[in-house]
Each structure stands twice: as C-alpha cells, then as structure tokens.
C-alpha cells in the first residue's frame, strides 16, 4: 500500500502571511469556566479522608424569575473517611440532595471547598476543578446514584450495567461478568437483560442504577434515595449490597428517607437544616434525639 | 516529516487533548478592534454598530480530550456552525489558535496553514459530518464509492481491500453490506446520515465534528442514528465536537459543553451541570425551553 | 545592439503564409514547459489555423512550430497515412514549409498523429505529436475549471479513483476505451488522447517526445523521453488492453498489432485488418519486428461483447475523421 499523498500535509503556509489579527482582549480567556480558584488544601486533615467539605455554600439565582435568589447551603462542613458510611438527614428542602449534587458538581458550588483526595493520594477541590478533571474522576473515582430515574434511552439493562464497569477501567469481558453478577444481586430476572432499561418499572430502573453504580465500587459513592421506589424485599437486598461496600473501603455520603436505612448502613448521621448542620454523630444517638428535625420514617 | 522540521522545538509530552481551540474569532467585515465594540450579549447583537462587521464568533477556547465529545450549544446565528467550519477549515477564522495533537504534537496552529495544508487535514486528522448528508457525499455516487473517496486520497489503491473497508464501516454503522453498491441517492434520510458518517470515520481520524447530524430527520430516525453516534465515540476513542440546539442530542453524546450566543460563549461546565445548574441567564432560558 | 538581439531572438523574417514566427515561438515555448512538468496542461494562445478546431488545428501549430525544412513528416488518422485528414494535414505542412514527406514510421522526425501510436517503437530523436480532443481528464468528474485546477495542483485525485472505483462496481472493470486516464511521472493525471488502450504502454518510458495538443481548450502537455507513464487501475484489477482472440490482419497475417474491423459491402464487419497501415505494409515485406515489443496482449474478454463489438475496435482503417468522432472522442 503506498500512500503517495499524506507526507506533508502539515507543511505551514509559506506564501504570503495571513491578514495579521489582532489577539481577542475583550473577555479574559476561560472566563466563562465555571471553576473558581482553588483554595489551599486543608492541612489538618487525616491522611485517609476521602471527603472533606469545607464551609460549602450554594445559592441560585433564579434568572428566568425575575433574577430572585434562593439560598440552599449556609456553610457546610462534613468529611468522609474510607469505608465510612455517613447519611445526611434533615427535613425536606434542607439541603441533603443539593449537597450531594455539589459534591458530584452537577450544582456549581458557590462558595468553600469540596476536598476530594484520588486514588494517587492527591487533594482535589471539587467545587473548583476544570470540568474535564470532574468528568474524569467521574468516571473513575465518584459514582453518583440518583433518586430520579432516567436511565440512557434505547439501551439495553445489560449494556448500562456492563458500560458503567468499563467506565472505570474494567475490561469488557470482566464488566459483563461482573454485570452479571451485580444484575442476580439485586434481583433483575435474566429476561429483563436486553431489555431497554426505560420501559422497566420505577423499582427495576433504581435497581438497576444501584447495580450500576456498585458494578466497579468507586472510591466515593454518592447515593441520593436509592431504595426510595423499591418493595420491601428488594429493599433489603439493594441495602445488603450497599452494606458490603464497606468491605471494599468505598466512602459512602448518602441520603434515605427511612430511618431503619440509615440505622442499618451509616457509621454516622449528619443532620442538616436550613442550609447548616445541626448535629453530627453515631446514629444510636442522632436517631434517638428527638429535638433533632428528622423527617424520617420510624 | 515536515511537521518535526516546522514546529517549534518543546521537550515537553505531547498534550493530553486531541484539539484545542483558544481565542478563536470569525468576523465577517472589518476585522478591527472597532468591530467588536458593542457586541456580543451584553449588548444583545454579533453586529457591530460602528462597522457594521458580523462577530459571528469571537473569544472561543476549549480542548477536547481523546474519547470526549464536548457539545456547543446555541440557537441560529450563535456562532456554533461557525466555530465548527473554522475548525473543519470550510472557513478562515479571523483570529486565535487551533491546534491538533495530531500536527506537531499541539504546537502548529492550523490556522497559520495554506488552504492545501488544511485540506490535507481533512483526510487523517480531522472529519465533519454534517447536517445536510449532501454536503458531505455524491449523492450519485454509491455508498462504497463515498467511502473510497477518502481511502483512496490517502493511497488505497486495491479495489478489493477498498471493498472490505467500505463494508466493516457500513457495517458499523448499520447500513446493510448489500446496499454498498447502491447511489446513496436511493438512501433514506437516516440511511445517507450513516453513510456520511462511516465516510467520516474511513480513515481513523482522532478528531470528528459533528454539526447537527440529526436534525431534520425523523423522530425515530433521529433516535437511531443518535444512538449509532453513542456506541462510535464510546468504543473508538475519538474526539467529538457536536454542534447542535437540541439539549437531547447534547445531553445524550456529550459529558461538557459551552453555550453560545451572539457569538461568545456565555457559559460552560459539565453537561449535567449545564441541565440542573444553569448559571448565566441564557443557559437558563435554554434550558427552560428545553424542559418544556 | 538591442535592435539587433530583437532581431535575433525574433528568428527568420516573417513568411507569407499561415503561422508567423512569433507564434511559433510561443507554442515551443508553452512544449517546453510542458516538457519541463511532464502531465502538467500548458495553456497557449492557440492560433486560427486553414482547418476548422477538432480537426487536428492544435496538433498542427505544433508541427508547425518544429517542422523545418529538412524535417521528414509522417501525418497518421487511425493509423492511416492516407486518410483524408491525414493528407490534407500533410499536404498542408510540406507545401508551406517544403519538408519531406514520410510515412515510413523509422524515418519521420516528426509524426502527427490522431488517435494512434505507430506499433514501430519510436526512437531517440523523434518527435509524436498527438491531436487532443479534449484535454482535461477531470472534465468528467468536476465541471468547474477551478476545482479541476485545485485538483491537479494538489494532486488531490481521490473523485477519480472514485469514477474508476465506480466503473468497477457496475461494470466489473475500468470500461474507459479510449482516452484512458494515466498518471505521468507520479504526479499529474494526464489523458494520452483518444488512442486505444493498446497504445496506452507505448508512452511508458518511450524514447521519443510526445507533445499533446488540444487546439480547441487551447492547452498542450507533454511526456519527455523515458518518463513513467501508468494506466491508472487498481493493483487487484490489473489494466489490459485490447484482444480478440483468434483475430489477425487478413493482410499481415499479424495478430500482435492493434487491427480493426472493416466493413463489407453488406455492412457486415468480418474481416480484420491492422490499423497501422505503415507496419502492416513492412510486415508483408518482412521490414518490420517479428515481434512488438510494447504489449502482451491479455484477454479483456468483459469488454468485449461480441455483437456489436465497441466502436474503439471496429473503426474502420480507411475511414475518414469524422466530425463527430472528434467531438464525442
């Protein structure tokens, strides 16, 4: 095969220079990036902390509603260690779900630091990290599981749970084992494989988002309701596969609306409200403190 | 080759994107600083009022990794296309860098390239499918001829070897082998999309732009072929540009994307972000509509 | 003293008659760079000449152009020296500059031909210059004159490897008959005029100059001596030339020469007969190569229906140019 015409293509233009332009001034470069400046990380921190947030704020500016302003988190501080399973509670609107999303950065934070420490060891801040970095500890390291179901359309449940895995690094072969093997663990019938994961029922798609989500357990797990649409048997099987996370040393932040969830996975409950924490602590005690504005099923 | 001998001297590794764009600009008319007084958002207009000059796209940075498909965002005469066919080099940007890992490793400006340099670009390094399939292929042509088009401009010379080329990439991208040796005029709409993007994807380019490539087909139509680009820039590694004004087609190929209009870019983040966390008052307006 | 190197450079004083001196001047001007970029079209002022354009008016301002008085001239239609076209063209020449006539291929120092190369390899010294119809081979592929300009600069031939690619799809092979596109040197795709396939080898590393003129579209090209000249075909799809098989000259007896079908007088065509009228002749007499070193003649049976066979092979020797042949050549 001779490739006669491809030798010198990038051969720059030698004839006369191009109209000399004038280099762009007027809006700095990347000014439209959403990452602020990255603060100093933090020295105090334990050298295995997962997840250190740090005096996290967020606010929304409403522009289509005549620019009204709507604040959700006052200054939050939470850390995260490996293999640590820590559950936000706290009353409807008070914060748990905007804070995961910040975490996950699908929210910009307004304010403070999001330390997230990779699988190198080095200290990142989420809030202010480029957003190819954010997709790429995404991919690898942070692994979200949402509470609102919309799984890709027209693909099949196999192909979401395998391509999860292969987004993590697994090979193609180990993925689809391992798919397998995490589609039995929460109880998806073998039939339901190739089927599009969009016509299942709300309780199939959150199972399979689970099994997704803990196919290749990321380094910090995200789970905002995962077992919020499921029948009690199902229930107790998701939350089995969420307790064994520990084992791999995954660093879990989540939110469950019932009490028995929370009781049963996390190391320790933080209580926000109004944008702030109210109290941080084993759930023995948290649970058990009745002047504490839990809206949870007991 | 001539790309060690033209590019500046570096010691450092090649860059980490396959493209790179920073300061671009395309101004139709007086390209001077007076031309971009007053334009842009702020001022709700690409004109400008003191020449008259169209900014049709100024100011406009991003890098695009390996494996990534970044979206860009916009309604009509944001500047969207026109970034698109600066990069694609259907146009000649007015100002800033372009720059390809593939050139020099990520130091030659392609823009500084004669127009044959940059057609040259279009063989191995860069591919554009575009919304209008005629704009990409002969329609008189077969679909194997479409595809031995760029297979044959970089010196594939045995029919036979064009034939099995031609028909892996049809096959991948779904288009019946059988249908190889029919003018891609008998195509349907969807079906001549496909071909126009198995042509694009004939010799392994790392860079693919993609300019509306599913509007103005069929619901259904669309949703396949979307469906096809999904499956391509997951499993080849390739880097995507995709142009469009759909938030449905951005959302389903792209993970970060800017948002254009009058010519600037107004905002950027992770597509998610873009959908649930919209910053700049235009983003939200998008997004609203998007949402119904 | 600059009077005087005018004078020089001016050459003979202007002749009553067709083609002043300057003009001649410039069409070897516009041969030499043509020589110079084997393949690559010069563009000439092409001259109102005493025969109508498509009827050899380029070929003749280049014969013209060389010719001098101790030139011998071969003029040739189809192969035939004594075709109408041919005569009327060589009579033309040798009474306006006096040079000799010649049909015996050996001894001409210049050969203007239409549509054929003479099956006796030409030597060192020699000059063919072959009358062009159309000169463009992209004319087919793109319309406009521009991109076919872009095309050739940038040795960008990608929609022609697509035409032939496409030939192949439908036709099983490259059908070009006559005409067939080559690539010249490696670089530009050139057509080598109507001529058939079976004279498409003969320019490959040729002793002789070949000069191509089109006097219509106003260009002329050229391949130098020992130039590369290739068909251009797939490496899979290997380029043949022209055979019937069991079909010789009912003259010569030879069947390693182009031949050509001649009609009967019922209009059926039966009998064949070389084309080449010169070799045909010498064969007979025992004057000429056993052999004919250019081809090998292998079998092109797809090309070759058997009723009616295809114009390239049926024309017969003595027919006169007809107008429309040039045209649609």
């Known amino acids: 095969m001779t490739t006669p015409h491809t030798t010198s293509h990038t051969t720059p233009h030698t004839g006369p220079a191009p109209t000399p332009a004038f280099t762009?001034?007027?809006?700095?470069?990347?000014?439209?990036?959403a990452g602020r400046a990255p603060a100093d990380p933090p020295t105090d921190l334990p050298s295995d902390t997962v997840l250190s947030v740090r005096g996290l704020r967020k606010g929304f500016t409403l522009h289509t509603i005549d620019g009204r302003t709507v604040d959700a988190l006052h200054g939050v501080d939470l850390d995260v260690a490996p293999g640590e399973h820590v559950a936000l509670a706290g009353t409807s609107g008070a914060g748990k779900s905007t804070l995961l999303r910040c975490v996950y950065r699908t929210y910009l934070s307004g304010g403070g630091s999001i330390w997230f420490r990779t699988a190198a060891g080095d200290l990142r801040d989420v809030a202010a990290l480029p957003d190819a970095e954010v997709a790429d500890l995404r991919g690898q390291e942070i692994g979200y599981v949402s509470q609102f179901l919309r799984p890709q359309p027209r693909r099949s449940v196999h192909e979401i749970v395998t391509s999860a895995g292969t987004a993590r690094g697994m090979t193609r072969a180990?993925?689809?084992t391992a798919a397998e093997a995490a589609l039995h663990q929460v109880a998806i019938a073998e039939h339901l494989w190739d089927m599009h994961a969009t016509v299942l029922s709300g309780g199939q798609k959150q199972r399979v988002n689970i099994a997704a989500g803990t196919i290749a357990p990321p380094r910090l797990l995200l789970l905002d309701e995962p077992v919020s649409a499921l029948d009690p048997?199902?229930?107790?099987?998701?939350?089995?596969?969420?307790?064994?996370?520990?084992e791999t040393g995954t660093a879990v932040l989540s939110v469950f609306h019932d009490l028995d969830a929370i009781e049963r996975l996390a190391t320790r409950v933080v209580v926000l409200g109004g944008g702030r924490v109210l109290a941080a602590g084993p759930p023995s005690d948290i649970l058990r403190d009745s002047n504490l504005p839990l809206e949870v099923a007991r | 080759m001539s790309t060690a001998a033209t590019a500046p001297p570096t010691t450092s590794a090649p860059p980490t994107w396959a493209l790179r764009t920073e300061g671009l600009g395309r101004i139709y008319g007086d390209p001077g600083p007076a031309s971009?007084?007053?334009?842009?958002?702020?001022?709700?207009?690409?004109?400008?009022?003191?020449?008259g000059a169209v900014v049709a796209a100024w100011d406009v940075g991003f890098e695009v990794a390996p494996g990534e498909a970044l979206g860009i965002i916009g309604e009509?005469?944001?500047?969207?296309?026109?970034?698109?066919r600066c990069i694609a080099g259907d146009e000649q940007a007015t100002a800033g860098t372009i720059a390809l890992r593939g050139v020099g490793d990520g130091t030659v400006n392609i823009r500084d390239l004669s127009p044959t340099a940059r057609r040259k670009l279009r063989l191995q390094q860069i591919s554009a499918v575009y919304q209008d399939p005629a704009a990409g292929l002969n329609l008189d042509v077969t679909a194997g001829g479409n595809i031995a088009d760029p297979l044959t401009a970089i010196g594939w010379r045995n029919y036979g070897s064009i034939r099995q080329r031609a028909a892996e990439l049809l096959q991948r991208v779904e288009v019946p082998v059988g249908r190889m040796d029919d003018a891609v005029r008998t195509f349907s709409g969807g079906m001549r999309q496909r071909v126009q993007i198995a042509k694009a994807l004939a010799n392994d380019p790392p860079v693919l732009l993609l300019d509306e490539p599913t509007t103005g087909l069929d619901a259904s139509v669309a949703a396949g072929v979307l469906d096809l680009l999904r499956h391509l820039l997951e499993e080849t590694g390739i880097a995507a540009v995709v142009v469009s004004h759909d938030f449905g087609v951005i959302d389903l190929l792209t993970r970060?994307?800017?948002?254009?209009?009058?010519?600037?870019?107004?905002?950027?983040?992770?597509?998610?972000?873009?959908?649930?966390?919209?910053?700049?008052?235009y983003s939200q307006q998008l997004v609203a509509a998007a949402r119904g | 003293m600059t009077t005087h190197l005018t004078t020089e450079l001016a050459g003979p004083p202007p002749a009553p008659g067709i083609f002043d001196e300057l003009s001649k001047r410039e069409i070897r001007r516009a041969v030499l760079s043509g020589i110079a970029i084997p393949g690559y079209q010069v563009p000439f002022g092409s001259r109102e000449m005493p025969v109508a354009r498509g009827w050899g008016s380029g070929g003749l301002q280049v014969t013209l152009s060389l010719v001098s008085e101790k030139s011998r001239l071969k003029v040739i239609d189809q192969g035939e020296d004594a075709g109408v076209n041919a005569a009327n063209l060589r009579r033309l020449v040798v009474n306006h500059v006096g040079c000799e006539e010649e049909t015996d291929t050996r001894e001409a120092d210049i050969i203007q031909s239409r549509h054929r190369i003479p099956e006796q390899p030409l030597r060192d010294g020699q000059v063919l210059v072959l009358q062009v119809p159309g000169a463009e081979p992209l004319a087919g592929i793109v319309k406009e004159m521009d991109e076919q300009r872009r095309m050739h600069a940038e040795a960008d031939y990608a929609k022609m490897w697509v035409r032939l690619y496409e030939d192949v799809v439908h036709n099983g092979l490259v059908t070009a008959a006559a005409g067939y596109p080559v690539l010249v040197e490696g670089r530009y795709i050139m057509t080598p005029s109507p001529i058939p396939r079976w004279d498409v080898p003969k320019l490959n590393g040729s002793q002789a100059i070949t000069i191509l003129s089109a006097g219509r579209e106003k260009r002329i090209f050229a391949v130098p001596p020992h130039t590369h000249v290739v068909p251009l075909t797939f490496e899979d799809r290997p380029f043949e030339v022209e055979h019937t098989p069991g079909a010789a000259c009912r003259l010569c007896g030879s069947a390693d020469t182009y031949i050509v079908q001649e009609p009967a007088r019922d209009g059926q065509f039966s009998t064949w007969a070389c084309s080449d009228t010169d070799f045909c002749r010498r064969r007979r007499a025992g004057d000429a190569p056993a052999t004919v070193p250019h081809v090998q003649p292998t079998a092109l049976q797809a090309a070759q229906p058997s009723e009616p066979a295809p114009p390239a092979l049926v024309q017969p020797a003595a027919q006169p140019a007809r107008r429309d042949q040039e045209e649609t050549a």
């Open chain 1, 24 to 33: 762009p001034t007027a809006i700095p470069a990347a000014s439209h990036q």
């Open chain 1, 174 to 176: 180990a993925a689809r």
């Open chain 1, 233 to 246: 048997a199902n229930r107790a099987a998701v939350l089995d596969l969420i307790a064994r996370l520990k």
């Open chain 2, 36 to 51: 971009l007084v007053g334009t842009g958002p702020d001022f709700g207009t690409e004109i400008s009022p003191a020449t």
């Open chain 2, 76 to 84: 009509s005469g944001s500047g969207k296309s026109t970034v698109m």
């Open chain 2, 256 to 281: 970060r994307v800017l948002v254009m209009q009058h010519g600037r870019v107004v905002e950027s983040g992770l597509t998610d972000q873009l959908l649930e966390d919209p910053q700049h008052p």
